[in-house]
């Protein structure tokens, strides 16, 4: 099954290929980032493509974890600077209807109750960046360079700025994106960025060992597992052994 670039113009490029293939390997599902003469770079198409196709996934009984991989030497280079030209104050609901679809997506896998795993290689920078970290768990390729160098090209990296202040410490943080320094895979693995580091031509094999892995649990239990991990994170203490509480209760109707 693959994901195509619908709402393109039938006479363009891009409504030629498939921007984002998607494979089911048993109970799990693979999503592949498929623009690889671009490095994978999220425009509008591919966005859109993607947060439809992770909504797809926490919609379908039978998929119990997903992998997000790219296709290439890359995972993905970020934000296509190619739609920039259209993207002006001159066009304002343009802008803001692409803030408002990267912002959702940026955030959108640790909202699903479905588990994710990034199978990420090559460059994973910027908004590409922001995704490999907005899965639940991420496998690096020894070849990783991860960074944001939104700045080198005047660029505020706006949207991907929250979920790097919640996996770094700020002055790591704030480094990355001032200066746009690329963190190597030993690095990212150091900075609790990613989970292992393997071989390039090994991240998806490794990535899916962990996918298998959670769909040989009770789906009720990993989902309600997974929710109370991302909401605790926010909670102050008390509340959040309050939510914990309420989980305990409940996982008593999840054995098999």
Request: hydrophobic content about 45%; some cysteine; charged content about 20%.
């Amino acid at each position: 099954m693959t994901v195509t670039t619908s709402g393109q113009p039938a006479d363009t490029d891009e409504a030629a290929a498939d921007v984002l293939l998607v494979e089911d390997r048993g109970p799990v599902r693979v999503l592949t980032l498929n623009r690889p003469d671009k490095l994978n770079a999220l425009n509008t198409a591919l966005t859109r493509a993607l947060s439809t196709a992770l909504s797809a996934a926490e919609d379908d009984g039978e998929v119990r974890a997903v992998v997000l991989t790219g296709a290439g030497r890359g995972f993905c280079a970020g934000a296509d600077l190619s739609e920039f030209s259209t993207l002006t104050p001159d066009e304002p609901d343009a802008v803001l209807e692409r803030a408002a679809l990267t912002a959702r997506l940026q955030t959108q896998m640790q909202r699903m109750g479905t588990p994710v795993v990034s199978a990420v290689r090559g460059a994973a920078v910027g908004g590409g960046a922001g995704l490999a970290i907005g899965a639940d768990m991420a496998i690096a390729g020894t070849d990783l360079k991860f960074g944001y160098p939104e700045l080198r090209h005047s660029i505020v990296p706006a949207l991907v700025m929250t979920g790097l202040q919640r996996h770094l410490g700020r002055k790591l943080a704030f480094e990355l994106i001032s200066t746009g320094r690329l963190l190597s895979a030993s690095e990212a693995a150091a900075h609790g960025l990613v989970n292992r580091v393997v071989e390039p031509d090994q991240v998806v094999e490794a990535a899916l060992g962990t996918a298998e892995r959670w769909a040989a649990v009770e789906p009720r239990a990993i989902h309600a597992a997974k929710d109370l991990f991302y909401r605790v994170a926010d909670l102050p203490t008390e509340a959040a052994m309050r939510a914990g509480q309420d989980v305990n209760a409940l996982m008593r109707g999840f054995r098999r």
